[in-house]
Protein backbone atom coordinates (compact mmCIF):
# COMPACT_ATOMS: atom_id res chain seq x y z
CA UNK A 1 0.00 0.00 0.00
CA UNK A 2 2.94 2.74 1.19
CA UNK A 3 4.71 1.32 -1.60
CA UNK A 4 2.31 2.73 -4.18
CA UNK A 5 1.61 5.80 -2.15
CA UNK A 6 5.17 6.77 -2.46
CA UNK A 7 5.10 6.03 -6.41
CA UNK A 8 2.00 8.29 -6.80
CA UNK A 9 3.65 10.76 -4.57
CA UNK A 10 6.82 11.04 -6.80
CA UNK A 11 5.10 10.83 -9.88
CA UNK A 12 3.27 14.04 -9.36
CA UNK A 13 6.05 15.44 -7.80
CA UNK A 14 8.17 14.42 -11.26
CA UNK A 15 5.55 16.09 -13.24
CA UNK A 16 5.92 19.20 -10.93
CA UNK A 17 9.55 19.42 -11.20
CA UNK A 18 9.65 18.93 -14.94
CA UNK A 19 7.71 21.69 -15.87
CA UNK A 20 9.45 24.31 -13.28
CA UNK A 21 12.97 23.38 -14.19
CA UNK A 22 12.24 23.04 -18.35
CA UNK A 23 12.35 26.78 -19.31
CA UNK A 24 13.22 25.69 -22.74
CA UNK A 25 9.95 23.03 -22.90
CA UNK A 26 7.94 26.24 -21.71
CA UNK A 27 8.96 28.75 -24.72
CA UNK A 28 8.60 25.86 -27.01
CA UNK A 29 4.93 25.07 -26.05
CA UNK A 30 3.99 29.33 -26.44
CA UNK A 31 5.77 29.42 -29.36
CA UNK A 32 4.49 26.77 -31.29
CA UNK A 33 1.36 27.85 -33.73
CA UNK A 34 -2.06 26.90 -33.11
CA UNK A 35 -3.45 23.77 -34.58
CA UNK A 36 -4.09 23.71 -37.98
CA UNK A 37 -7.61 22.76 -39.02
CA UNK A 38 -9.02 20.44 -41.88
CA UNK A 39 -5.51 19.77 -43.36
CA UNK A 40 -6.88 16.51 -44.84
CA UNK A 41 -8.99 16.76 -48.14
CA UNK A 42 -11.85 14.19 -47.34
CA UNK A 43 -11.13 10.79 -47.96
CA UNK A 44 -13.12 8.40 -49.97
CA UNK A 45 -13.37 4.24 -48.59
CA UNK A 46 -10.82 2.31 -50.66
CA UNK A 47 -10.08 0.66 -53.43
CA UNK A 48 -8.45 -2.70 -52.70
CA UNK A 49 -5.72 -2.14 -50.63
CA UNK A 50 -4.15 -6.11 -50.16
CA UNK A 51 -1.07 -5.01 -50.79
CA UNK A 52 -0.73 -2.32 -48.35
CA UNK A 53 0.65 -3.60 -44.63
CA UNK A 54 0.53 -0.95 -41.46
CA UNK A 55 3.70 -1.65 -39.23
CA UNK A 56 2.78 -0.17 -35.60
CA UNK A 57 5.95 0.53 -34.16
CA UNK A 58 5.74 0.98 -29.34
CA UNK A 59 8.29 3.14 -27.82
CA UNK A 60 10.23 3.19 -25.00
CA UNK A 61 9.51 0.31 -22.58
CA UNK A 62 7.10 -1.71 -24.53
CA UNK A 63 6.90 -5.26 -24.50
CA UNK A 64 6.01 -8.25 -27.39
CA UNK A 65 5.41 -11.92 -26.08
CA UNK A 66 6.30 -13.14 -29.33
CA UNK A 67 2.27 -13.05 -31.05
CA UNK A 68 1.49 -10.89 -33.37
CA UNK A 69 -1.45 -8.95 -31.34
CA UNK A 70 -1.38 -9.54 -27.61
CA UNK A 71 1.03 -6.19 -27.25
CA UNK A 72 0.47 -4.60 -30.27
CA UNK A 73 -1.38 -1.61 -28.70
CA UNK A 74 -2.67 1.14 -31.06
CA UNK A 75 -6.16 0.43 -30.00
CA UNK A 76 -7.73 3.17 -30.88
CA UNK A 77 -6.25 3.42 -34.13
CA UNK A 78 -6.82 0.17 -35.08
CA UNK A 79 -10.23 0.59 -34.05
CA UNK A 80 -10.82 3.01 -36.33
CA UNK A 81 -9.60 1.40 -39.06
CA UNK A 82 -12.93 -0.62 -39.41
CA UNK A 83 -14.60 2.22 -41.32
CA UNK A 84 -12.07 1.08 -44.08
CA UNK A 85 -12.76 -2.74 -43.65
CA UNK A 86 -9.87 -3.60 -41.71
CA UNK A 87 -10.92 -6.38 -38.55
CA UNK A 88 -9.11 -4.59 -35.06
CA UNK A 89 -6.61 -8.10 -35.19
CA UNK A 90 -5.92 -7.82 -39.64
CA UNK A 91 -3.88 -9.22 -41.01
CA UNK A 92 -2.56 -5.94 -42.38
CA UNK A 93 -1.16 -4.81 -39.16
CA UNK A 94 2.68 -6.05 -38.56
CA UNK A 95 4.18 -5.25 -34.91
CA UNK A 96 7.64 -4.10 -34.81
CA UNK A 97 10.13 -6.27 -32.57
CA UNK A 98 13.04 -4.45 -31.02
CA UNK A 99 14.34 -7.71 -31.41
CA UNK A 100 13.54 -8.37 -34.99
CA UNK A 101 11.62 -11.27 -36.18
CA UNK A 102 11.29 -13.70 -38.76
CA UNK A 103 8.33 -14.54 -41.70
CA UNK A 104 6.82 -17.84 -41.90
CA UNK A 105 5.23 -18.68 -44.57
CA UNK A 106 4.65 -14.93 -45.79
CA UNK A 107 3.65 -14.25 -42.11
CA UNK A 108 5.24 -11.64 -40.23
CA UNK A 109 6.21 -12.58 -36.80
CA UNK A 110 7.44 -10.59 -34.05
CA UNK A 111 10.40 -12.11 -31.99
CA UNK A 112 9.83 -11.38 -27.90
CA UNK A 113 11.10 -8.42 -26.57
CA UNK A 114 11.62 -6.95 -22.50
CA UNK A 115 11.01 -3.26 -22.09
CA UNK A 116 14.52 -3.70 -21.33
CA UNK A 117 15.74 -3.97 -24.88
CA UNK A 118 13.77 -0.86 -26.12
CA UNK A 119 16.97 1.26 -24.41
CA UNK A 120 19.25 -0.51 -26.41
CA UNK A 121 20.99 1.77 -29.35
CA UNK A 122 19.05 3.54 -32.05
CA UNK A 123 20.72 2.06 -34.98
CA UNK A 124 20.29 -1.35 -34.26
CA UNK A 125 16.73 -0.98 -33.35
CA UNK A 126 16.74 0.75 -36.65
CA UNK A 127 18.74 -2.57 -38.69
CA UNK A 128 15.72 -4.70 -37.14
CA UNK A 129 13.37 -2.85 -38.94
CA UNK A 130 14.95 -3.00 -42.11
CA UNK A 131 15.43 -7.10 -42.00
CA UNK A 132 12.18 -7.60 -40.61
CA UNK A 133 10.95 -5.69 -44.20
CA UNK A 134 13.60 -6.86 -46.50
CA UNK A 135 12.14 -10.38 -45.13
CA UNK A 136 9.02 -9.77 -45.64
CA UNK A 137 9.32 -7.56 -49.11
CA UNK A 138 11.08 -11.60 -50.41
CA UNK A 139 7.99 -12.77 -49.99
CA UNK A 140 5.53 -10.08 -50.90
CA UNK A 141 7.48 -8.28 -53.60
CA UNK A 142 4.60 -5.53 -54.62
CA UNK A 143 4.00 -4.69 -50.20
CA UNK A 144 3.57 -1.11 -49.29
CA UNK A 145 4.33 -0.15 -46.18
CA UNK A 146 2.45 2.64 -44.04
CA UNK A 147 4.50 2.97 -40.77
CA UNK A 148 3.24 4.37 -37.55
CA UNK A 149 5.18 5.15 -34.78
CA UNK A 150 4.88 6.15 -31.12
CA UNK A 151 7.57 7.73 -29.08
CA UNK A 152 10.81 5.87 -29.71
CA UNK A 153 8.82 3.80 -32.25
CA UNK A 154 8.45 7.04 -34.47
CA UNK A 155 11.77 7.93 -34.24
CA UNK A 156 13.47 4.35 -35.35
CA UNK A 157 10.64 4.60 -38.30
CA UNK A 158 11.73 8.03 -39.50
CA UNK A 159 15.60 7.10 -39.39
CA UNK A 160 14.74 4.09 -41.05
CA UNK A 161 12.94 5.47 -43.96
CA UNK A 162 14.80 8.44 -44.23
CA UNK A 163 18.20 5.98 -44.49
CA UNK A 164 17.04 3.37 -46.60
CA UNK A 165 14.12 4.67 -48.85
CA UNK A 166 14.69 4.34 -52.34
CA UNK A 167 15.59 8.16 -53.74
CA UNK A 168 12.90 7.70 -56.67
CA UNK A 169 9.95 9.06 -56.57
CA UNK A 170 7.35 6.10 -55.58
CA UNK A 171 9.76 3.54 -56.37
CA UNK A 172 10.45 2.53 -52.81
CA UNK A 173 8.33 0.10 -50.83
CA UNK A 174 7.14 3.48 -48.09
CA UNK A 175 3.93 4.52 -48.82
CA UNK A 176 4.00 7.10 -45.72
CA UNK A 177 5.10 7.51 -42.56
CA UNK A 178 3.43 9.34 -39.17
CA UNK A 179 5.04 10.09 -36.02
CA UNK A 180 3.32 10.80 -32.75
CA UNK A 181 5.06 12.56 -29.94
CA UNK A 182 8.19 10.91 -31.38
CA UNK A 183 11.89 12.27 -30.56
CA UNK A 184 12.84 13.26 -33.48
CA UNK A 185 15.95 15.80 -32.30
CA UNK A 186 16.01 14.52 -29.39
CA UNK A 187 14.75 15.46 -25.75
CA UNK A 188 15.84 17.56 -22.71
CA UNK A 189 18.10 15.75 -20.84
CA UNK A 190 16.20 17.44 -17.79
CA UNK A 191 13.16 15.17 -18.89
CA UNK A 192 15.06 12.15 -18.95
CA UNK A 193 16.70 12.67 -15.58
CA UNK A 194 13.07 12.86 -13.44
CA UNK A 195 11.64 9.79 -15.41
CA UNK A 196 14.95 8.15 -14.73
CA UNK A 197 13.82 8.36 -11.32
CA UNK A 198 10.44 6.69 -11.73
CA UNK A 199 11.94 4.01 -14.62
CA UNK A 200 15.42 2.86 -14.46
CA UNK A 201 14.92 2.30 -18.95
CA UNK A 202 15.21 6.24 -19.21
CA UNK A 203 18.72 5.53 -18.48
CA UNK A 204 19.16 3.67 -21.36
CA UNK A 205 21.77 4.17 -23.97
CA UNK A 206 19.01 4.86 -26.29
CA UNK A 207 17.66 7.63 -24.22
CA UNK A 208 20.80 8.80 -23.44
CA UNK A 209 21.56 8.95 -26.92
CA UNK A 210 18.21 11.25 -27.92
CA UNK A 211 19.16 13.46 -24.63
CA UNK A 212 22.48 14.28 -26.15
CA UNK A 213 21.27 15.17 -29.35
CA UNK A 214 18.73 17.50 -27.94
CA UNK A 215 21.40 19.31 -25.95
CA UNK A 216 23.62 19.41 -28.93
CA UNK A 217 21.19 20.07 -31.67
CA UNK A 218 22.65 23.50 -32.33
CA UNK A 219 25.96 22.56 -32.84
CA UNK A 220 25.10 19.25 -34.64
CA UNK A 221 22.44 20.50 -36.97
CA UNK A 222 21.02 17.75 -36.00
CA UNK A 223 17.47 20.33 -36.90
CA UNK A 224 18.23 21.20 -40.12
CA UNK A 225 18.78 17.54 -41.02
CA UNK A 226 16.06 16.17 -39.74
CA UNK A 227 13.96 19.10 -42.04
CA UNK A 228 15.82 18.54 -44.78
CA UNK A 229 15.38 14.76 -44.82
CA UNK A 230 11.71 15.71 -44.57
CA UNK A 231 11.74 17.72 -47.41
CA UNK A 232 13.23 14.87 -49.61
CA UNK A 233 11.14 12.36 -48.69
CA UNK A 234 8.16 14.34 -49.24
CA UNK A 235 10.20 15.21 -52.59
CA UNK A 236 10.26 11.44 -53.51
CA UNK A 237 6.51 10.84 -52.85
CA UNK A 238 6.03 9.68 -49.27
CA UNK A 239 3.40 10.75 -47.20
CA UNK A 240 5.14 12.41 -43.95
CA UNK A 241 3.29 13.71 -40.73
CA UNK A 242 5.00 14.42 -37.74
CA UNK A 243 2.40 15.06 -34.57
CA UNK A 244 3.70 16.66 -31.27
CA UNK A 245 1.26 17.50 -28.16
CA UNK A 246 0.97 20.90 -26.78
CA UNK A 247 0.66 19.24 -22.92
CA UNK A 248 3.54 16.42 -23.56
CA UNK A 249 6.25 16.98 -20.84
CA UNK A 250 8.03 14.30 -21.99
CA UNK A 251 8.69 15.20 -25.58
CA UNK A 252 8.62 18.91 -26.45
CA UNK A 253 6.65 19.52 -29.36
CA UNK A 254 9.12 21.15 -31.20
CA UNK A 255 11.08 17.86 -31.44
CA UNK A 256 8.51 15.67 -32.36
CA UNK A 257 6.28 18.04 -35.14
CA UNK A 258 9.36 19.16 -37.52
CA UNK A 259 8.10 23.10 -38.19
CA UNK A 260 9.57 26.36 -39.90
CA UNK A 261 11.39 28.99 -38.24
CA UNK A 262 7.90 30.62 -38.08
CA UNK A 263 6.59 27.43 -36.22
CA UNK A 264 4.76 26.08 -38.75
CA UNK A 265 4.51 22.68 -39.77
CA UNK A 266 6.36 21.18 -42.27
CA UNK A 267 5.05 18.23 -42.71
CA UNK A 268 1.27 16.90 -43.15
CA UNK A 269 1.23 16.88 -39.02
CA UNK A 270 0.64 19.36 -36.71
CA UNK A 271 0.70 20.03 -32.68
CA UNK A 272 -2.27 18.92 -31.40
CA UNK A 273 -4.00 19.48 -27.68
CA UNK A 274 -4.83 16.65 -25.88
CA UNK A 275 -7.57 16.00 -23.26
CA UNK A 276 -6.39 17.74 -19.53
CA UNK A 277 -8.08 14.36 -17.69
CA UNK A 278 -5.67 11.82 -18.35
CA UNK A 279 -5.94 7.68 -17.49
CA UNK A 280 -2.76 6.81 -15.73
CA UNK A 281 0.84 8.42 -14.80
CA UNK A 282 2.04 8.70 -18.73
CA UNK A 283 -1.29 10.08 -19.88
CA UNK A 284 -0.55 12.40 -17.02
CA UNK A 285 2.42 13.51 -18.71
CA UNK A 286 0.45 14.16 -22.07
CA UNK A 287 2.46 11.79 -23.78
CA UNK A 288 0.09 8.58 -24.69
CA UNK A 289 -2.81 10.58 -25.37
CA UNK A 290 -2.14 11.15 -29.04
CA UNK A 291 -2.99 7.64 -29.55
CA UNK A 292 -6.57 8.78 -29.41
CA UNK A 293 -6.32 11.71 -31.61
CA UNK A 294 -8.99 11.74 -33.84
CA UNK A 295 -6.87 13.72 -36.72
CA UNK A 296 -4.02 11.26 -36.27
CA UNK A 297 -6.81 8.33 -37.54
CA UNK A 298 -7.65 10.50 -39.99
CA UNK A 299 -4.26 10.90 -41.77
CA UNK A 300 -3.89 7.11 -41.26
CA UNK A 301 -7.35 6.61 -43.23
CA UNK A 302 -6.26 9.06 -45.76
CA UNK A 303 -2.98 7.26 -46.56
CA UNK A 304 -4.57 3.91 -46.56
CA UNK A 305 -7.25 4.57 -48.54
CA UNK A 306 -5.26 6.85 -51.42
CA UNK A 307 -3.90 4.99 -54.21
CA UNK A 308 -2.22 7.89 -55.17
CA UNK A 309 -0.29 8.29 -51.92
Known amino acids: MWGW ?22 RSVNNVKPDRVDIL ?31 MGFEHIRRQLARVGLSYMDEHFLMYSYTGGKVKGGCWIPNPYKPLDTGQPIQL ?36 VTMYQS ?81 DIIVPPISACLTDKQGHPLTKGQIVSVSGFPGNFYELLGHRQILKHEQVAKSIIYIYTNPEV
Open 41 to 71: ESCQLPADEKETFIIFLSGINSRCDGTVYNY
Open 167 to 247: GRAGQGPIKGLITLNSPLTGTPYTQVVFMAAVKPIWGAPAVRQLAAEYQLRNETGIQKNKINAARRLTSEGVYLATFGTRQ
Open 125 to 160: SVMQLREMIEEFSSYHPRAKFLLVGHSLGGRIAFDY
Open 5 to 26: VVKVCLGVLVYILIIVLSPVYL
